[in-house]
T-cell receptor, first 115, second 113 residues
Framework: ETGVTQTPRHLVMGMTNKKSLKCEQH?????MYWYKQSAKKPLELMFV???????ENNSVPSRFSPECPNSSHLFLHLHTLQPEDSALYLC??????????????FGPGTRLLVL | AQKVTQAQTEISVVEKEDVTLDCVYE???????LFWYKQPPSGELVFLIR??????QNEISGRYSWNFQKSTSSFNFTITASQVVDSAVYFC??????????FGAGTTVTVRA
């Protein structure tokens, strides 16, 4: 596999469920990102990890919990979500989050529907 | 305030027509980076180009070309001889002084056969 992969590609969950989104990058990068893309809204940065340490938490509700066990893997744990959390969740990676103007490479996203 | 403005919400063209996507940005920094990404219906954002503020040379890559004008704070993107596979949402983004990307709202391009 090359680039950035995400699983699952589609997810439907009830408000009381717990699920996890997985992202894996095969680019040898040190930084990983979670974005939320809702209809009619610009992409919203949620979390940033650099060398497995969280460097950004963009006022995201606690029902979203990220985890970065190593520089190649990033998870987003979901629990007690709301219907307004339905969106496309995109993972990205870059060589280094500390460097300025780094190109971010994105995965295909997980399309989440909360019922 | 919106840092990146893509005024065109949707553009529809017939195959082989040229299409130009506008991007206007706002920054007080003298050094910054600009990006274009393509998002096909599959969802993945595909990186197209990165340009730093000191390099105002226009760039051409196959049917794609970019026109960077610092004087008007614009970084426009042209697809020449469009094809159906060019149908996608195109995003312009700005990176000012760290890793964060400020994305525009995107322009949906539909190329009809």
């Amino acid at each position: 596999e090359t680039g950035v992969t995400q699983t699952p590609r589609h997810l439907v969950m009830g408000m009381t469920n717990k699920k996890s989104l997985k992202c894996e990058q095969h680019l040898g990068h040190n930084a990983m990102y979670w974005y939320k893309q809702s209809a009619k809204k610009p992409l919203e940065l949620m979390f940033v990890y650099s060398l497995e340490e969280r460097v950004e938490n963009n006022s995201v509700p606690s029902r979203f919990s990220p985890e970065c066990p190593n520089s190649s893997h990033l998870f987003l744990h979901l629990h007690t979500l709301q219907p307004e959390d339905s969106a496309l969740y995109l993972c990205a990676s870059s060589q280094d989050s500390g460097a300025w103007g780094e190109t971010q490479y994105f995965g295909p996203g997980t399309r989440l529907l909360v019922l | 305030a919106q840092k990146v403005t893509q005024a065109q919400t949707e553009i529809s063209v017939v195959e082989k027509e040229d299409v130009t996507l506008d991007c206007v940005y706002e920054t007080r920094d003298t050094t910054y980076y600009l990006f274009w990404y393509k998002q096909p219906p599959s969802g993945e954002l595909v990186f197209l180009i990165r340009r730093n503020s000191f390099d105002e040379q226009n760039e051409i890559s196959g049917r794609y070309s970019w026109n960077f004008q610092k004087s008007t704070s614009s970084f426009n993107f042209t697809i020449t001889a469009s094809q159906v596979v060019d149908s996608a949402v195109y995003f312009c983004a700005l990176s000012e002084n760290d890793y964060k990307l400020s994305f525009g709202a995107g322009t949906t391009v539909t190329v009809r056969a």
